[in-house]
């Protein structure tokens, strides 16, 4: 086994599931305005914004020093991946802002202490590599025990959890404000119950500018 390729700790991996990625990412793309000049009334966004999480690897995106082996699943995987959530030049309506949500989940092995985080770049170049601005950290040790158990997804045959988490990014003219729950709705899933809320934190521009 070649140890130094092996990923021993838990990884946040981007959720692939029902092409959420792909509608995060289009969403993404829409609102950019490259082009076009920002009516008076707008802010443009003064920094790209994303997250850092584990993607399937791909030679022609990724080093070959982001690659390693998933402990769980035995994938090649690409470490310190960030997926962007804002550019710099996007427009921030003073009545909206602009919200936007992104699902990542978490494998842990069985007896692995629930606590973990999500590294957030905000950057004001949009090139991989970046060094996180903040950090959102969480225990789900804190939850009610009958609360935990129902957010522990266990896959059939496999000795870990999958955790499903999401990161609600916030942004508006003065701020950028970001909050990470586990279970609940997202996107048009308003049926569903509430989550939880783990982690929250926010940032005026003006700290980075």
Same mark, same amino acid.
């Given at each position: 086994m070649d140890h130094a390729n092996t990923e021993w700790t838990?990884?946040?991996?981007?959720?692939?599931?029902?092409?959420? %990625?792909?509608?995060?990412?289009? %969403?993404?793309?829409?609102?950019?305005?490259? *082009?076009?000049? +920002?009516?008076?009334?707008?802010?443009?966004?003064?920094?790209?914004? *994303?997250? /850092? /999480? +584990?993607?399937?690897?791909?030679?022609?995106?990724?080093?070959?020093?982001?690659?390693?082996? *998933?402990?769980?699943? &035995? &994938? &090649? !995987? +690409?470490?310190?991946?960030?997926?962007? !959530?804002? %550019?710099?030049?996007?427009?921030? +309506?003073p009545s909206e802002g602009i919200d936007k949500s992104i699902r990542i989940a978490r494998k842990m092995a069985?007896? %692995? &202490? !629930?606590?973990?985080?999500?590294?957030?770049?905000?950057?004001?170049?949009?090139?991989?590599?970046?060094?996180?601005?903040?950090?959102?950290?969480?225990?789900?040790?804190?939850?009610d025990e009958r609360d935990r158990a129902s957010l522990l997804r266990r896959v059939s045959g496999m000795n870990y959890h999958v955790i499903e988490f999401t990161l609600n990014m916030m942004l508006d003219h003065e701020a950028a404000r970001f909050e990470l729950t586990c279970g609940g709705a997202i996107g048009q899933e308003r049926n569903a119950p509430p989550g939880h809320r783990l982690a929250y934190t926010e940032t005026l521009w003006a700290d980075f500018c």
């Open positions: 838990a990884q946040n991996e981007l959720y692939r599931e029902v092409g959420w %990625a792909d509608v995060a990412r289009g %969403a993404a793309l829409v609102g950019l305005g490259i *082009g076009c000049p +920002a009516p008076l009334e707008c802010f443009e966004c003064p920094f790209h914004i *994303g997250i /850092v /999480v +584990a993607v399937d690897f791909k030679s022609y995106e990724h080093s070959d020093n982001q690659a390693f082996i *998933g402990m769980f699943d &035995r &994938r &090649r !995987l +690409a470490r310190d991946h960030v997926e962007w !959530l804002a %550019a710099k030049g996007d427009l921030i +309506a069985l007896d %692995a &202490r !629930l606590t973990g985080s999500v590294n957030i770049v905000i950057s004001k170049h949009s090139g991989q590599g970046q060094t996180p601005a903040m950090q959102l950290n969480y225990d789900l040790e804190a939850l």
